[in-house]
């Protein structure tokens, strides 16, 4: 497959995709639609790759050096990897945003006036710190009036971390608390990233919010992940607004 389009109700003038590994240049471990030029893969591999994924579109693809913060910058400033941030936002037609997963949580935004588009990274350093809450105040538009697809990503059956990180979240929320089960590691707790996310989405006063499903880790012919093979690719997911 490699490139997939998004099952989500977004208004005309919309557009948007993701990938999984499928159907690409790269050899193992990177196999094969591996988009991440910072893994180790073959330059000309990788290279091939990008062009592939920048022809399924009329907009210049965003590339970020992605650093799990939480800054947000203009997609039309942005040109190849010459900007570490970890979210872009659009505001009219010509460039996609974009963000690369292999674990972490792939986030599109737009609003139901197609005025704004914009792609953030949510890690969970990331989640913690407001990415979302920065890609948002970013889009300068109601909240009531953005909807978010949430992309491939970790499981809460897979997603094993630290008391600390549960004991960062719950501090920022009690409501977090909720997204946290304990694992059969001493100290150790499973985390729901799209309850986190979904929370954090919430409490800004959006709820238009559509879920793609999968869990990159339990899927490996589908997608990558880096918390089951450790040296793995990177998939993508891009949106852009019509002329």
């Not at 091939?48 to 210049?60: L, T, V, Y």
């Not at 549960?166 to 089960?181: H, M, N, P, T, V």
């Not at 590691?185 to 793609?212: E, H, V």
């Amino acid at each position: 497959m490699a490139i997939l389009k998004l099952e989500w109700p977004s208004p005309v003038g919309v557009n948007a995709i993701y990938s999984d590994r499928l159907a690409g240049a790269s050899q193992s471990p990177y196999d094969s639609y591996n988009l991440g030029d910072h893994v180790g893969d073959l330059t000309q591999a990788v290279a091939a790759n990008r062009a592939d994924f920048q022809q399924s579109m009329p907009a210049q693809v965003c590339w970020l050096q992605q650093i799990h913060s939480t800054k947000v910058v203009d997609a039309h400033a942005a040109s190849g990897y010459l900007l570490e941030a970890d979210a872009c936002v659009a505001k009219r037609a010509g460039a996609a945003c974009v963000v690369m997963t292999a674990d972490c949580l792939p986030l599109l935004f737009c609003d139901k006036q197609a005025r704004v588009v914009a792609a953030a990274h949510a890690g969970w350093r990331g989640l913690l710190n407001g990415v979302i809450e920065n890609t948002v105040a970013q889009m300068a538009v109601e909240p009531q009036q953005i909807m978010v697809w949430m992309g491939p990503a970790i499981g809460p059956q897979a997603f094993e971390v630290g008391a600390e990180v549960r004991q960062q979240f719950i501090a920022k929320s009690g409501e977090a608390e909720s997204a946290f089960r304990p694992s059969a590691a001493p100290g150790k707790y499973y985390a729901d990233i799209f309850s986190l996310a979904k929370q954090r989405l919430n409490a800004l006063s959006i709820n238009n919010i559509y879920q793609q499903g999968s869990c990159t880790y339990s899927e490996p012919e589908r997608f990558f992940s880096y918390r089951r093979d450790g040296q793995t690719g990177r998939m993508a997911a891009a949106i852009w607004l019509s002329q």
